[in-house]
């Protein structure tokens, strides 16, 4: 099966399931049987009694696939809430990344230079290394990471998006 990148929009669905064993394959696999590729995945406990969680995916597709996926999430069992974060208006998003450069003499001014320019925290450093913590939209990692390749890029770890709407409400 190839999983297809078909023209369409970016899609931001949160998702408010229990929080019990295997709900995560079963969303997934829904993606997965359908042929769409998931671009970001997190997920995250949002209550005290750890009840329930909160799945942020972000995938890409024309409204109508867009909309069949909504409404199948929907009918899952464990599945309280769907919500098109992109339908709502205007929402927050973030990622963190841990860049891991390594370099000596210019590549290490630069690369901390740049680290300054887009506010990214070294929270490791050795003599010839530093691991770079960079929190934005994904545009903004995306450029850091490209510029960092420059000064030795060795290693990225990312968590993927989280997104929550705008405004006083809870969606």
């Known amino acids: 099966m190839k999983i297809t990148a078909e023209a ?3 899609h931001v669905l949160a998702i ?4 019990e064993a295997g709900v995560l394959a079963k969303i ?4 997965t049987a359908r042929g769409y590729n998931i671009e970001s995945l997190t997920v995250a ?6 009840a329930l969680s909160r799945i942020t995916i972000v995938t890409s597709g024309p409204p109508p696939v867009i909309d069949q996926i909504i409404a199948q999430l929907d009918r899952l069992v464990p599945v309280h809430k769907v919500i098109d974060l992109a339908d709502q208006g205007a929402h927050v998003e973030r990622e963190i990344a841990l860049v891991k450069v390594a370099g000596t ?3 290490r001014i630069e ?7 887009f506010r990214a925290k070294v929270v490791d450093t050795t003599l010839t290394s530093f691991v770079f913590e960079i929190t934005g939209n994904s545009d903004k990692v995306d450029r850091f990471i490209a510029l960092m390749r420059e000064c030795g ?3 990225v770890g990312r968590t993927g998006i989280v997104a929550i709407s705008r405004g006083p409400e809870a969606v």
Do not use: M, W
């Open 16 to 19: 408010t399931v229990d929080n």
């Open 105 to 107: 003499g210019e590549k």
């Open 28 to 31: 997934t696999g829904l993606f």
């Open 153 to 155: 890029l060795v290693e």
């Open 111 to 117: 690369a901390l230079r740049l680290a300054d320019v």
């Open 45 to 50: 406990d949002i209550t005290a009694d750890h």
């Open 8 to 10: 369409g929009e970016r």
